[in-house]
């Protein structure tokens, strides 16, 4: 159970649970070196910046959850208001552009009972979103006493399917994977795993109130069967933030957290009995690897994450990308490095680096890299689309 205002969850900073937005001024859209950046939202504050993993239906875009501020996108219909008069915290989720168009939105419905969303995160198919939803436990409109359910969105269709209607946090950021080969039949079940999703195989990955990550595997038991993944070492207390799943569903990639200035990055198999590898901090890197994600290219998959300059308080970025004086990895940067997983290996030989971690971008950039590697997305506070050269 969760409390709408008043609340500062220390940890999980990219989800953007602080209640009051950072404010600054706009700057121009700007070219740099790493390539051309694109505001979303322009200098107005969103939270879980998700990089889009449909390059046909939704290109150059991202998916982020609006803050309780003005709007600035281009609006698609009368519906999506964009007034801070008419917009609620976490009301809705958005796809824009880079032209700041708005391509897809679910809004919250709060007739329904619907009182915000929370940590949206693209799956690893296109056509699949994941998300949390609040609802007041007391049936009061003020939506302050908040319980969580967590659930998938088909976006070909804007469809839920609810893993669970409650008792989840509001920290779990969760992710989903389903398996690349899915066909959803056209007289299909909605409400069963096999008819939503076009498949069985289905894996979902959260944390839990016991800041563990959960894994559900629903070609293998499903929900009922669920498996809870082993913390590392001496770091039963920390919290855990965005377990992502790799594109083979066998691995998770995620930080874990002592305090907002202080995390590390782990590879993990999906199995309760494996064992947790630290993404080392590599000679000439500010910081640990922060807010970690796959990238799969031509054969080849990477770990993609960034890195903010030494002693930064807090895992976000409050800069204008835009402006030339961020643009030289002084706010951070995004760095990736070729990996090779080998899921039932012993330990040592289950993760292994291939060559070196070179720079991506020199401006951090927390969203993930588009599947055709043209973009790279940011938010928490402000929303970036870094177009690469």
């Not at 051309?36 to 939270?47: A, D, G, H, L, R």
């Not at 939105?105 to 329904?112: R, S, T």
Request: net charge negative.
């Amino acid at each position: 159970m969760k409390k709408l205002f008043g609340i500062l969850l220390p940890a999980l900073l990219v989800a953007c649970y602080s209640p009051e937005p950072f404010e600054a001024e706009a700057g121009d859209t700007a070219s740099q070196a790493s390539g051309s950046v694109y505001p979303v939202n322009t200098m107005e504050q969103i939270c879980n910046p998700s990089v889009s993993q449909d390059t046909v239906n939704f290109p150059a875009s991202m998916l982020w959850l609006n803050f309780g501020s003005d709007l600035k996108v281009t609006r698609p219909d009368s519906e999506y208001t964009v007034s801070k008069a008419d917009v609620v915290q976490h009301d809705r989720l958005t796809i824009s552009d880079t032209a700041g168009k708005v391509l897809w939105y679910m809004m919250a419905d709060f007739d329904a009972g619907d009182c915000q969303f929370q940590d949206p995160e693209w799956s690893t198919h296109p056509d699949y979103v994941v998300a949390l939803r609040a609802y007041d436990i007391n049936g009061r409109k003020s939506c302050y006493d908040l319980d969580y359910g967590m659930f998938a969105v088909r976006l070909s269709d804007s469809k839920k399917f609810w893993f669970y209607d409650k008792d989840i946090i509001e920290t779990a950021t969760p992710h989903l994977w389903v398996s690349p080969d899915a066909s959803v039949e056209e007289d299909a079940a909605d409400s069963t795993v096999e008819g939503f999703f076009g498949t069985k195989d289905v894996r979902l990955t959260y944390v839990s109130e016991k800041k563990e990550i959960v894994f559900v595997d629903f070609a293998n038991g499903g929900l009922k069967k669920a498996k809870t993944l082993k913390k590392p070492a001496d770091r039963s207390s920390w919290d855990i933030d965005s377990p992502l799943i790799s594109p083979d569903g066998k691995f998770v990639v995620y930080n874990m957290l002592e305090n907002p200035a202080t995390w590390e990055a782990y590879i993990q198999e999906l199995s309760s009995s494996s064992v947790p590898v630290k993404i080392e901090r590599l000679s000439g890197s500010t910081s640990d690897p922060a807010q970690p994600h796959w990238f799969e290219y031509n054969g080849h998959l990477y770990v993609l994450w960034t890195e903010f300059p030494q002693n930064w308080p807090q895992m976000l970025n409050k800069s204008d990308l835009r402006e030339t004086s961020t643009q030289d990895g002084s706010v951070g940067r995004t760095v990736m490095r070729e990996v090779r997983l080998l899921a039932g290996a012993p330990v040592d030989l289950s993760v292994e680096w291939v060559g070196e971690a070179r720079t991506v971008a020199s401006v951090p950039m927390m969203g993930g890299r588009s599947p055709d590697g043209k973009f790279l997305a940011t938010g928490t506070n402000y929303g970036f689309l870094l177009e690469l050269p």
